[in-house]
């Protein structure tokens, strides 16, 4: 009997620190992002890197990110504006030549803590215990086409976003992707530069559910 009570208060408290583990990001920070996406089309794999700086807006309900492309000389500005609070979303393109605005309805919220559905898998250490993250593992799905399989890590402590892989289908494309937070600072500086939407944007009044790239919004918001 008194084993058995021992054997239950242990399993409860293996239980609950398991589930402290999971943590919620900062309400508000900046950094970078760097992705590596491969996928496979018809026998053919391919990958695309991706780089980007993004604004985490828990507070206010809002995440935005920005990169900037060099095609054949001409410099390309790519914004992308999620705005819960507002429930609307702006895929915006400035070039000297061009601008393009497109923006659609958004429903949801910011996410802000490391799944309910996650399992803890274990933690590691960088460097000499320079970084200690929390690794998590969860299933997510949005159809039959579209699923991942996520590994996630965050900073043990503070909870800041360290890497994300996701390996899957995304539209029925088998898709690996991985992605890295780097130079992460608390707080958003200077909100206008992700957040200010164009006066473009009224103009080009196109009122359909923009093309989003749904893998980089996955690798804003982990
Ligand atoms: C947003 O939510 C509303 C109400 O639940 C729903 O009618 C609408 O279809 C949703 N829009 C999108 C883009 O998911
Ligand atoms: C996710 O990946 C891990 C590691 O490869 C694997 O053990 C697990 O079964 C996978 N989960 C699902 C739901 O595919
Ligand atoms: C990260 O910060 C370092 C030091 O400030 C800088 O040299 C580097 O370019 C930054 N990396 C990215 C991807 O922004």
Known sequence: ??????????????ATTVAQKKCCYPSQFEGSLGSITAQVQAGQGTTQTDGLQYAYDFTNGRVGAITSKDDMGVMTKYQYIYDFSKKRQYNIQVSPDISVCISGPLNGTVPHCVP?????LGSSY???????VDFFQYFESMGPSNYANVTM???????VPFSVVTE???N??????????VNYTSGISDPSKYFAVPSFCA???????????KLLFDKILP
Request: charged content about 10%; proline content about 5%; some cysteine.
């Open 1 to 14: 009997m008194a084993t058995k009570s021992v054997l239950i208060l242990l399993l409860v408290t293996v």
């Open 116 to 120: 309910a559905s996650a399992t803890y």
């Open 126 to 132: 960088y460097g000499d215990h320079k970084l200690t």
């Open 153 to 159: 890590t965050v900073s043990q402590g503070d909870c």
């Open 168 to 170: 899957g289908m995304n």
């Open 172 to 181: 029925a494309v088998p898709t690996l992707g991985i992605h890295g937070y």
């Open 203 to 213: 103009q080009q009044s196109n009122h359909k559910t923009p093309k989003m790239p």
